[in-house]
């Protein structure tokens, strides 16, 4: 997957694809899949609200880097900053909440993820409400000099960051902790048997998840030089992210790429594709609700949801679990 | 008697909120009372969509997010019959006539409707691990909305003529929003807040009394106590579960039409505002629990009506999430609910 990535970072200007541009957006969404993938993947936890912990990174990204507060740390020590913060605020959430019942426990994600959205909204003396932060400065490195409207280095950029965290991933899996998360996920009960603890461990998972989704939101943020406004962080995103994980299959870091490429696939590269080649044919106009191609994401995301539960609930690249004394 | 103990504990709050509002001038007290009105009328219609939760999640501990979106499309429903039987015009005795018509209506298709999405999504999947049913039922609450938002699409005058699918559409006023109040009471109970209560409360009678002392009411009871015993017991299982589809998507049908005519205004994402506080207030009366759906959603209601009143508007939302995540932190069996353990 990523090997095919790197060579389509190669390819891309020689072949004429311009695919780099939508590509950057399949690169965050798969490391907000990961974030997701490490508590919904691997312990078991179904998490609604990823979008919030996107936000919080996005917004702590903003209030450490823009010009209009008194930090302007700099892009690389705001990557650091919006990891911790992501981090911090999946231990809030999780302290309080994660004796719950799955999906009591989906269901307060939900609400975190609905109250987090508010507050940014609401607070606008600290987030400037509906108009977000901005200006947010781009990334800058000795050769390239400073990222600007070329897409590649941003390309490269997120390419690098994401093949940093699919290593972390791997390594957390077979870790001590990740051991832990999949043996609270298969059967709680017999996990604290041999002694593991289970509220540590999912919090762990939580903070850790919540630390990638906020690194995605930061990236997000960085890219478009502005959060956005709070309602872009929104339940879509949440399931969006949840789509990822299922599509390609839970607890499967392979599946998570695959994943975010179909999704984000379908959503920004097929999907106004296949909208514009409607209004060309004249089948609808674009003034109909049918005609743009945002009016149909939500019957995607949905059906994507229900037909995989009914057809492969363990999605197109299942995880597969290494028996007993195996392992590599 | 326990339900009895928790609405004492309750008492002392209410009172407190009263004697808050009577050391203020008159006119908080005036303020205060109008809040409660609405805050109840409001509370009642999320009370008939909490059942619906409730009911199901009872019965296949399903938390059906679709529920929401189900009473979405059930207002798009009645306001394409209203449409087309032009019942803006309507009014007097006629109004009353479209109200009990939209009424049978909405809640026949939403009946049809919920029954079918059991069968086809959730029946397929009843030994299949609860998490994949949640997973399946946001899905489904997916689909729900976008077909609220084509629907809002259709080239019909009440749809502002096609144009702005997912513009919220204006419902007509078939009841009037004139206060029965004398002046001097300073408080609107106006013909909408009647027809909220009269359409409500028959409803909950009805239903109080089909759980209790029907053949179904008994096979729904056994059914959320023990399915397999049930089965054992010679009851369809299936059947009874379709049946709590059946009946919950009605009383969801009737909320989408009175929600409607009090608000006169519906949009294609009412859905998830309106399902999250009711499934808020079927887990804070204590999931399961019909008289806990109805205490939830009166509570909710008042909630959401003090907070728009005393706090700000744009809190209302965080609030009731707040209750939410608190109901469940400290309290997740409700305040009328069984004690739930997980089961292992």
């Given amino acids: 997957m990523l090997a095919g990535a790197v060579l389509l970072g190669l390819l891309d200007r020689p072949l004429g694809l311009n695919l780099l541009d939508p590509m950057r957006g399949v690169l965050v969404f798969a490391l907000l899949g990961l974030g997701l993938n490490v508590v919904t993947g691997f312990t078991g936890l179904l998490h609604l609200g990823m979008a919030a912990f996107m936000a919080i990174g996005a917004y702590a990204f903003a209030i450490s880097t823009c010009d209009i507060y008194p930090f302007q740390i700099g892009f690389w020590p705001a990557l650091g900053v919006t990891a911790v913060a992501g981090a911090l605020a999946g231990f809030l959430l999780g302290a309080p909440t994660l004796g719950l019942r799955g999906d009591y426990l989906a269901i307060v994600t939900l609400g975190f993820g609905e109250i987090v959205q508010d507050v940014m909204k609401n607070l606008d003396a600290i987030t400037k409400g509906t108009q977000g932060i901005n200006p947010l400065p781009a990334p800058s490195l000795p050769v390239v000099g400073e990222f600007g409207t070329d897409e590649r280095p941003w390309y490269w950029l997120f390419l690098a960051l994401l093949v940093l965290a699919v290593k972390l991933c791997r390594n957390l899996e077979r870790s001590r902790t990740g051991r832990a998360w999949l043996a609270v996920r298969e059967d709680q009960l017999a996990a604290s048997c041999m002694g593991i603890t289970p509220i540590p461990v999912k919090m762990y998972a939580f903070a850790t998840g919540a630390a990638l989704a906020a690194l995605a939101g930061g990236l997000w943020a960085s890219l478009y030089q502005s959060t956005g406004e709070p309602g872009n962080y929104d339940f879509q995103i949440s399931i969006l992210a949840l789509c990822i994980v299922i599509v390609g299959g839970m607890g499967s870091i392979d599946g998570v790429l695959v994943g975010a490429l179909t999704m984000i696939g379908v959503a920004n590269i097929a999907l106004p594709k296949l909208a514009s080649w409607l209004q060309a044919q004249g089948i609808v106009n674009p003034s109909n609700v049918l005609g743009s191609p945002n009016n149909w994401k939500y019957l995607v995301f949905g059906v994507v949801l229900m037909v995989m539960m009914r057809v492969r609930p363990d999605g197109l690249l299942p995880a597969r679990l290494e028996r007993a004394g195996g392992g590599s | ?344």
């Fill in chain 2, 1 to 344: 008697m326990r339900a009895i103990q928790h609405l004492s504990a309750l008492a002392p709050l209410a009172l407190a909120a009263f004697a808050h509002a009577d050391a203020g001038s008159d006119a908080g007290a005036g303020v205060l009372g109008q809040q409660l009105v609405t805050g109840l009328s409001n509370g009642m219609i999320i009370a008939l969509i909490a059942i619906g939760y409730t009911m199901v999640y009872g019965i296949i501990e399903l938390i059906n997010f679709a529920h929401g979106d189900l009473c979405t499309l059930g207002s798009f429903m009645a306001l394409t019959v209203a449409g087309a039987l032009g019942m803006e015009m309507w009014s007097g005795v006629g109004g009353l006539t479209g109200v009990i018509l939209l009424l049978v209506t909405a809640a026949t298709f939403c009946a049809a409707l919920n029954w079918s999405i059991d069968r086809a999504v959730y029946r397929p999947l009843r030994s299949a691990p609860k998490l994949t049913l949640l997973v399946s039922a946001i899905g489904c609450s997916f689909v729900l909305v976008n077909l609220s938002l084509f629907w809002g699409g259709l080239p019909m005058q009440v749809f502002g003529g096609g144009v702005a699918a997912a513009a919220p559409k204006d419902f007509p006023a078939l009841v009037s929003d004139n206060s029965l109040l004398p002046d001097a009471w300073r408080l609107n109970f106006t013909s909408s807040d009647l027809m909220v209560w009269s359409v409500t409360l028959p409803l909950m009678v009805a239903l109080t009394v089909l759980v209790r002392s029907t053949r179904l009411g008994k096979a729904m009871r056994a059914v959320a106590q023990n399915p397999t015993a049930a089965s054992l017991m010679g009851i369809n299982v299936d059947r009874v579960i379709g049946a709590t589809f059946v009946i919950g998507g009605a009383l969801g049908g009737f909320a989408s039409v009175i929600y409607a005519l009090y608000n006169n205004t519906i949009s294609f994402q009412m859905g998830y505002r309106t399902g999250m506080d009711a499934f808020t207030a079927a887990v804070l009366g204590g999931i399961g629990s019909m008289p806990g759906a109805v205490v939830g959603g009166l509570l909710i209601g008042v909630a959401r009506a003090l907070s728009d009143g005393y706090i700000e508007a744009r809190w209302t939302n965080s609030v009731v999430f707040a209750i939410l995540i608190a109901t469940l932190v400290f309290r997740p069996s409700g305040l009328l609910g069984a004690k739930l353990r997980d089961k292992v």
